[in-house]
């Protein structure tokens, strides 16, 4: 996903430029070389959307797990000492 971002918003960043430039009347050469630097721009800015993105899907995903299935979680206070937690559940 994070690629086809990138991808996506780079060709588009380069056909709108290519477009825009040739219906200016700009020269050929001028209206590629801003279309290249286009393309390389909004390529970055996609993939950065894109791992942005990708992220936020991860995050939720992970969220929604939890609370379907809160059991499969290991307890999160495994580190305090065995007198502790004895003490602790004692009193439940």
């Known amino acids: 996903m994070i690629r086809l971002c990138g991808a996506?918003?780079?060709?588009?960043?380069?056909?709108v430029t290519v477009f825009l430039g040739l219906a200016a009347g700009n020269?050929?050469?001028?209206?590629?070389?801003r279309a290249l630097?286009?393309?390389?721009?909004f390529c970055g800015l996609g993939?950065?959307?894109?791992?942005?993105?990708?992220r936020v899907l991860d995050e939720h995903a992970l969220r929604r797990k939890?609370?379907?299935?809160?059991?499969e979680d290991p307890p999160?206070?495994?580190k305090q000492p065995d007198g502790q937690r004895?003490?602790?559940?004692?009193?439940?």
């Open 76 to 78: 999160a206070d495994n």
């Open 8 to 15: 996506a918003l780079g060709l588009f960043a380069f056909a």
């Open 86 to 92: 004895k003490a602790e559940s004692a009193a439940v």
């Open 27 to 33: 020269p050929v050469p001028s209206t590629l070389s």
């Open 37 to 41: 630097g286009a393309l390389f721009i």
């Open 47 to 54: 993939l950065l959307t894109g791992w942005v993105a990708n």
């Open 66 to 71: 939890r609370e379907m299935f809160p059991d």
